[in-house]
């Protein structure tokens, strides 16, 4: 099961804000090891290009998942506000 996921299992323990700060913490971990191993490619040619390749697309489709949470959260947020009480 992907690192992202990890704290679900547990939910009934953690809060929701412990759930989504450990899935941004893991969308932003992908990034720095994105810019961490493009930079050691740039430097040192015996890391593969593959390698560069899949870690650039795990941290797009972690931002991608992160920006949908997001909007998911803004939409929501906007639903609750236009209710009447």
Known sequence: MPKV??????QGQ????????AAFDSANKMQNDYDE???????????????????GEKAKLSLEL??????????????IMRMQV
């Open 5 to 10: 996921y990890e704290g679900i299992k547990e």
């Open 66 to 79: 992160t920006l949908q949470i997001r909007n998911k959260a803004i939409e929501a947020y906007q639903e």
């Open 37 to 55: 191993i493009l930079k050691r490619q740039l430097v040192d040619e015996s890391i593969n290009i593959h390698d560069v390749v899949i870690a």
């Open 14 to 21: 953690k809060s929701f804000q412990d759930i989504l700060k």
